[in-house]
């Protein structure tokens, strides 16, 4: 090459080098993230802003995402509703908060005594599970990507000991999902509210018991100052999911390539999620006895009536809604050959893994 031509090509080069900065800001989006979580909560308000942070990274900054925590945009209840009407473009939530708009997206989220984290995300994955999320979320103008799970969560703190049935009958407890129906059917009283809100409520006595997610959750928001007795595991709980919901129209405006970014990033942080989760639940776990805390399992037999109780609860949920008896097939018919291969498999090794090391 002529030293002419290649001082031209490079002059060239470095023109054009020059101007990629500020064709990538005029071509850049901006979405909006709404949270059904206070910022920077553990495992969900932090890995919402991975999410929101991983898009910005695999896109080069064409679309980055500005997070809103619950309340600073929206009510953390209204997420989908948010996203539905256009008020920000993605939302990082938990499908069942928006049951009133379709019974079948508890099983989305989470059935009691259902599928754990890794069979609730095979069967997204492998089976129909997204498929059955694309068809009832079409019907609300909505779609919603898997993006992680707390993996079993815990069954909460209670201000009594959970001796008996007779010890759930008049219980308030906040409790999300259909387990909430479940100890409706024992006697106890459901309550709902933000997450935020849970020590309040539980240190006013507002409520007699509540459920956050577990260890690692419980202990940041302080719950083990309000109440003596801490059970786990969760019957309501065995593995819920988390979401990315995103308005149609905006994620099909995006070119192929930013929606395949979208659709990696939730992946990604569907990963990240999990194994932040449990890794930080084994090591507070661990630390429980700082806090003078004692965790505590259910007895057999309350156990086996809210086995009842939620049998009738999904029973009729799905009775109720053509779309949940839909979705309920199929997650009941795989949660059944998942459980016989659990007993087998990962049941028998963890109780064999105990043997060996206690």
Known sequence: MKRRTFISSAAASAGLAGLAPHARAQDSLEWKMVTSWPKNTPGVGVNAQRLADRIGELSNGRL?????????????????????????????????????KAPALNFFTTIPFGLSMTELHAWFRFG??????????DGLGLRAFYVGNSGTQAMGWFNRE????????????????????????????????????????????????AE?????????????????????PAFHEPGPALDAVVNPQAFDALPA????????????TALDTGSDFL?????????????????????EDVVLALGEATREVVDELMAGDDLARK?????????????????????TMLAQRAMVRG
């Open 279 to 299: 890794y930080h639940n084994i090591q507070t776990f661990a630390e429980l006895d700082n806090y003078n805390v004692k965790p505590r399992t259910l007895p």
């Open 128 to 137: 129909d599970g997204q498929a059955l999320k694309d068809e009832v979320l």
């Open 162 to 209: 959970i001796n008996s049935l007779a010890d759930i009958r008049g219980l308030k407890m906040r409790i999300a999902g259909l387990g909430g129906a479940a100890m409706t059917k024992l006697g106890a009283t459901p309550v709902l509210m933000p997450p935020g809100e849970i020590f309040t409520a539980m240190q006013s006595g507002t409520v007699d018991a």
């Open 64 to 100: 980055t995402v500005k997070l809103y925590a619950a309340g600073e945009l929206v009510p953390p209840f209204e997420v989908l509703d948010a996203v539905q009407r256009g008020t920000a473009e993605i939302g990082h939530t938990a499908l069942y908060y928006g049951v009133g």
């Open 327 to 347: 979705v309920g097939q199929s997650y009941r018919a795989f949660a059944d050959r998942a459980s016989r291969y659990a007993s087998a498999m990962e049941a």
């Open 257 to 268: 390539d930013l929606q395949a970014i979208v659709r990696t990033a939730c992946d990604a």
């Open 212 to 232: 956050w997610i577990g260890p690692w959750n419980d202990i940041a928001f302080g719950l083990h100052r309000t109440a003596e007795y801490y059970y786990l």
